[in-house]
């Protein structure tokens, strides 16, 4: 597990690279508007959403117990790029103080709408493949609001597009079929 776990690390690593880069083509407007495609959500508030699941996760990993449902909400991920940025070396940071061979390490979640006993019982891995998953979703809906919602984008901000949003699996399936 620990090579596999050591791989997920990587891409999810690769991911948030990829927005980070993102983010600082950005202007704070494009930023910040509101898109008709995206329901009248802005690039900062999927961005935001996303984020808050990996501060959930990393701060789990102290507690020993993460609950997504009650993450800390801040909206200065979705207004201020530059404190989103931040953020997300941050996140990237604490991503690497993981210990590849502690994958298969238990953790519980906790799922405030559920109704039952106790936490469900989950590992390391498992939740991060889940938040990577989760930013993988909202990464593939900025890049549509980005083609499709902001007047002209600009070179820099659609460089290197085609692997953006895109799933890792589907990156290995792509190159191994020789597209």
Request: charged content about 25%; glycine content about 8%.
């Amino acid at each position: 597990m620990n090579a596999m776990f050591e791989q997920l690390l990587n891409s999810t690593d690769d991911m948030l690279g990829q927005l980070e880069e993102l983010i600082s083509s950005l202007d704070e407007e494009s930023f910040c508007r509101p898109l008709d495609v995206l329901q009248k959500a802005s690039v900062g508030e999927h961005l935001r959403h996303s984020l808050e699941f990996f501060v959930a996760y990393l701060g789990g990993l102290q507690a020993g117990e993460v609950c997504y449902d009650r993450r800390k909400r801040d909206p200065r991920l979705q207004t201020e790029p530059d404190f989103a940025i931040e953020t997300i070396g941050e996140i990237r940071e604490g991503l690497r103080k993981i210990d590849p061979e502690n994958g298969d390490e238990s953790i519980n979640l906790d799922v405030e709408w559920l109704e039952g006993p106790g936490p469900i019982r989950s590992t390391l891995a498992r939740e991060l493949h889940y938040i990577q998953d989760h930013l993988l979703h909202h990464s593939a809906l900025i890049k549509v609001g980005i083609f499709h919602g902001l007047e002209n984008p600009t070179v820099r901000q659609i460089r290197d597009m085609e692997k953006f949003g895109v799933a890792p699996s589907t990156l290995a399936y792509q190159a191994s079929a020789g597209n």
